[in-house]
């Protein structure tokens, strides 16, 4: 007999795994989208630090001269991407799977012990459920950020029909500077994400496929002293 | 989280059950978006792209309303260096007024003509707001013409505004596009021949040219030959070449 933990709903890994091709076009296209005026950039005290983007990055990814191609995919995959969005936070939310989602009071002090674990600066094992602090918080945020792109999004889109929104933006132009700082913030989350994954290894990546994970049971250790009541008897 | 206790042998047919079902709905999903990337063209995309533009433009049409305005700005806020962003039939450089006229084809095949100085006879309308390009930049501009739904009512085209569509093109037929009536009947759409209190450049369009901040720069036509009616789609140039044939705000 083998113990496994259920661990990732059926509804979740299709979200997550539909989630991943679609942000990945939305992003795609919204770089097709961005290169016909790509005017930012990273400066401090007038020195430019950071260009987004080097011409060799555009011509390494086909970018130029794609506009048209990059607003049709990005105004069609939109809809996947916002009802598959819907959809999982309704899921999470009656589902109750927000419980292990949503950060409590201790994952902010939390979350720095799981970032200083994982730094490998303290060695003292952050509590972990679900998700860890760091997680919690990261899961949640990636939720918030989500939203904040359909809004800045349909700002840029009709910031006329919907000037309420634009308003909430700033405006117009800074809609889309939002836009562009929480797709740079997705595409930071994925770099982590993915070390984060590789570093948990393989049982951890499987769960995100099959829904659970085997758990290795411990033999019991000959000593009086250690319980061994969690244990199957 | 649950936990539970099941065979090895049960543990390794979900787990080879599971992984062959990720891969399978992963090739279906690459198969799909091969599909899409190989399918005929329709204005310069993919036939489901194109469907996609259709669909949100019928949805966001709908919801459009004409008493919503565009916000406005002091003239003092108004740029000096007006960007210039295309000059498609605008080759020849020589415009002449004397002999330039605005045609407007009515229902009945009528052609009816106007010179810079008639559409100067109705009253001015002049708006600051920021004009937007499809490329993403904006600049806050200031026009100055006529209310488009003023000359439609001044010269009694009122039969014609009730089709679905009004089409316009250069004098020589290089630059088109294709406008929905209720958006060209917002009240801050303009034939406009003004630019920052002056007569409009060349390159802005002189004499005549659209203003409807409505929609983005690309509908905006400069140098207006002919105004036409029609319940069709009239053909629009960047629609042709994979762009938003809506492209509104």
Request: proline share 5%; net charge positive; aromatic share 16%.
């Amino acid at each position: 007999m083998q113990k496994i933990v259920k661990k990732h709903p059926l509804a979740i890994r299709w979200f997550h795994w539909i989630n991943f091709p679609v942000l990945g076009v939305m992003v795609w296209s919204g770089l097709l989208i961005y290169w016909a005026n790509d005017v930012y950039a990273v400066k401090i005290g007038g020195q430019q630090i950071i260009k987004f983007f080097p011409k060799s990055f555009y011509q390494a990814l086909h970018v130029p001269f794609r506009l048209a191609e990059g607003m049709a995919y990005h105004f069609v995959f939109m809809w996947l991407f916002f009802i598959n969005g819907l959809l999982y936070v309704l899921y999470t939310a009656f589902s109750g799977q927000w419980r292990y989602l949503l950060p409590t009071k201790k994952s902010f002090k939390e979350a720095w012990l799981v970032v200083l674990h994982d730094l490998h600066i303290s060695k003292k094992v952050p509590p972990q459920t679900k998700y860890n602090a760091a997680q919690r918080i990261a899961y949640s945020a990636i939720v918030v950020m989500g939203l904040g792109s359909l809004i800045s999004g349909l700002a840029i889109y009709k910031p006329v029909q919907f000037s309420l929104l634009a308003r909430l933006c700033g405006g117009y132009e800074s809609a889309r500077v939002i836009h562009f700082i929480l797709t740079i913030g997705y595409c930071l989350f994925f770099l982590v994400h993915i070390i984060q994954v590789i570093l948990a290894g393989w049982r951890n990546f499987q769960s995100m496929i099959t829904g659970f994970e085997v758990i290795p049971v411990k033999k019991p250790i000959p000593d009086e002293n250690v319980s061994t009541s969690n244990l199957p008897q | 989280m649950k936990e539970k206790f099941i065979s090895e042998r049960q543990v390794k047919y979900k787990t080879i059950f599971a992984f062959l079902f990720f891969i399978l709905a992963f090739a279906a999903g690459i198969y799909l978006w091969k599909l899409v990337r190989k399918e005929p063209q329709a204005g310069g995309v993919p036939t489901t792209l194109r469907k996609g533009l259709m669909y949100d433009e019928k949805l966001f049409s709908s919801t459009f309303n004409k008493d919503k305005l565009v916000k406005t700005y002091p003239k003092s806020e108004a740029v000096k260096k007006v960007r210039v962003n295309g000059n498609l039939g605008l080759k020849n450089p020589n415009i002449d007024t004397a002999t330039w006229r605005l045609q407007v084809v009515k229902n009945n095949g009528d052609t009816m003509f106007f010179s810079l100085n008639d559409i100067k006879k109705l009253p001015k309308t002049e708006i600051v707001y920021d004009f937007k390009c499809i490329e993403g930049w904006s600049q806050k501009t200031w026009w100055g013409g006529v209310r488009f739904s003023d000359f439609i009512n001044h010269y009694h085209l009122n039969n014609e505004a009730k089709l679905n569509y009004v089409g316009m093109n250069t004098p020589d037929k290089e630059y088109y596009v294709g406008i929905d009536m209720p958006s060209i009947l917002q009240p801050q759409t303009l034939l406009c021949y003004e630019m920052n209190g002056k007569p409009l450049p060349v390159n802005q369009g002189y004499p005549l040219r659209l203003i409807i901040p409505v929609k983005y720069g690309i509908k905006h036509l400069k140098r207006i030959g002919t105004i036409y009616f029609s319940n069709e789609r009239p053909p629009d140039y960047w629609a042709e070449r994979g762009y938003d044939y809506y492209s509104g705000h």
